[in-house]
């Protein structure tokens, strides 16, 4: 980039003198790589399929480019092949519809994880085992290695999609509460342990907000404790979704809760106030609950409310409220 930037100062830019700065420092003909993404349009589509032969000592690996399109791509690929958390690496080349790749081993591996670095631009479908999977979310060290791992045991309802819950980056362990609260782990008794845990000692907010949501689906009222306690919060997010958990057990005392609130909610807590103000306010609360709609700026919290202060209007006798409203 320096090279290409320097020799090109105070003049128009062109991919061709991109492409011959790099040919220059790298000693390499750059065409296929310009002509290919450059130029040209389309990505990969890869089927990755494994095939091991204990009494040989071999282990193959097939890549296979189904794209439609008929182009086939030339594609530096790094193999990674793992015994225990050693891992030794292959670079290889797929530029052939259908590439096999052949591996001499003494002991079968515990993975190989094709394209070590999660740089392909491309689709893949790679038919790895779970026991592969377990392995790699445990050693392989990138964060789409875990998140692979993850959206695998998430789309099988595999209990080891709680290994996210202890994952040392927050956005994966928020991405596994996310993925639990619709899964059919939901409501496994040692998976509700772990979100409880995360829950109390979380200190991501984020993360902290969805063990709470997650929590909050239960409706189990030994969570109440939990909910009055999150209430104030410094994150909206989290005071939100202890608003909403509380709403379910004990609406009354969320909507006192929620008027108290009101004044200076903002974010996710804007929204659970209005939630829980607008399902439990009665005729006599009409003036708060028509004052705070009236002045909330045009936004998406606005819209969001719309529907249910419909829904609370049903509720007004007072015709002349209604019409106001």
Do not use: C
């Not at 956005?171 to 342990?193: H, M, N, Q, Y």
């Not at 929590?215 to 030994?222: G, R, V």
């Amino acid at each position: 980039m320096n090279n290409y930037l320097t020799t090109n100062k105070f003049k128009p830019g062109e991919a061709g003198q991109m492409r011959l700065a790099f040919e220059e420092v790298t000693g390499q003909d750059m065409n296929w790589y310009w002509n290919q993404w450059y130029y040209g349009s389309g990505h990969p589509e890869l089927k990755i399929d494994y095939a091991y032969n204990d009494a040989a000592g071999k282990a193959t690996v097939t890549i296979e480019q189904t794209q439609k399109s008929g182009k086939i791509f030339k594609l530096p690929i790094a193999i990674d092949v793992y015994n225990g958390a050693t891992k030794k690496r292959y670079n290889v080349w797929a530029e052939n519809k259908i590439d096999s790749f052949v591996f001499n081993y003494t002991q079968r591996p515990d993975l190989i994880n094709v394209d070590g670095d999660k740089i392909l631009l491309a689709t893949k479908k790679d038919n790895k085992t779970a026991e592969n999977y377990v392995h790699q979310i445990k050693n392989a060290p990138l964060y789409m290695d875990r998140r692979e791992a993850l959206d695998y045991f998430a789309k099988n309802n595999m209990s080891e999609l709680a290994l996210g819950l202890s994952d040392k980056y927050a956005r994966l362990r928020r991405f596994t509460l996310e993925k639990l609260k619709t899964s059919k782990l939901a409501t496994v008794p040692s998976i509700i342990t772990g979100v409880e845990k995360a829950a109390n000692q979380e200190t991501d907010k984020l993360t902290k907000a969805a063990a709470l949501a997650f929590l909050a689906k239960t409706k189990d009222a030994k969570y109440q404790s939990l909910f009055e306690k999150n209430l104030n919060d410094s994150s909206y997010t989290v005071a939100g979704e202890a608003l909403a958990g509380l709403t379910n057990l004990q609406p009354a005392k969320a909507y006192e809760l929620a008027k108290k609130h009101s004044s200076d909610a903002k974010g996710k807590l804007a929204e659970a106030v209005s939630d829980v103000v607008l399902s439990e306010g009665t005729e006599a609360d009409f003036d708060f609950i028509y004052n705070r709609y009236n002045v909330m700026p045009l936004s998406q919290e606005k819209f969001n409310s719309t529907d249910a202060f419909g829904e609370y209007l049903i509720k007004v006798q007072n015709i002349a409220n209604v019409k106001k409203a």
